[in-house]
């Protein structure tokens, strides 16, 4: 029997920097999910599995890995959806804006 021989998810924690499109993008991973972050603000992101990445922003897609949500992210950002400015209260359920 065939086992599968990939990785489970990254160790502790993992940490990777990019710039795509002029964006800063900053991916951070440990057992218990990931966080992407496109200059400094975090991005809901979901880990469903392995090669299984998400995000509510765009829904309804999954994508293989952390940096091919996050190009689609940066792409997306100005037509399907906005990162906050700086100093704005943020979601109105977002528990720092009480």
């Not at 509510?56 to 037509?79: I, K």
Request: charged share 25%; glycine share 10%.
């Amino acid at each position: 029997m065939d086992e599968d021989k990939r990785d489970s998810g990254p160790g502790p924690q993992t940490s990777r920097e990019m710039t795509y499109k002029g964006r800063h993008v900053t991916i951070r991973e440990n057992d218990a999910g990931c966080e992407i972050q496109i200059d400094g603000v975090p991005v809901h992101v979901a880990r469903l599995g392995p090669d299984s990445y998400h995000s509510h922003t765009l829904m309804h897609q999954s994508f293989p890995t952390a940096e091919s949500l996050a190009r689609a992210l940066v792409e997306t950002e100005g037509t399907l959806w906005l990162l906050p400015k700086p100093g704005d209260p943020g979601h109105p359920h977002d528990a720092h804006s009480h």
